[in-house]
């Protein structure tokens, strides 16, 4: 009996000394709200002009590589910006690791034209 009590008692007791990986994994959710983080960052500043507007590479394809490029205007502050795409790389990159993602393993490049559209830095094609 007291065989079966302790055999009862540990299987109560062994999921509380479990680790929940779960509060630490990167999810599509986290991923969207960093990005729009970022989003509305870069919204935040207005250019004047096309000679006023850069590119960023952006995200983590899982064969290697950028998933796009932001186009932003020149005056938001440059560390700030490379801060926060970094911390979303590294959360995108995670995130492949962990769900074992694939993409195409097709190179993007920066944009070609990029202009300055009422204030706004935007990819021309």
Do not use: W
């Not at 952006?58 to 490029?69: S, V």
Request: glycine residues 6%; aromatic residues 8%.
């Amino acid at each position: 009996m007291k065989y079966l009590i302790r055999i009862a008692l540990l299987f109560v007791l062994l999921p509380s000394f479990q680790c929940d990986e779960e509060d630490n994994r990167t999810t599509p959710e986290i991923l969207a709200e960093k990005k729009q983080e970022i989003l509305n960052y870069i919204q935040s500043f207005s250019c004047a002009n096309a000679t006023g507007c850069l590119s960023i590479a952006f995200g983590a394809k899982p064969c290697g590589g950028p998933r796009e490029f932001l186009v932003y205007p020149n005056t938001v502050d440059q560390t700030t910006l490379e801060t926060l795409v970094e911390e979303y790389y590294e959360m995108d990159h995670q995130y492949n690791i962990e769900t074992g993602a694939v993409s195409d393993c097709m190179v993007v490049g920066p944009p070609n034209n990029i202009d300055c559209v009422n204030g706004v830095c935007t990819i021309i094609d």
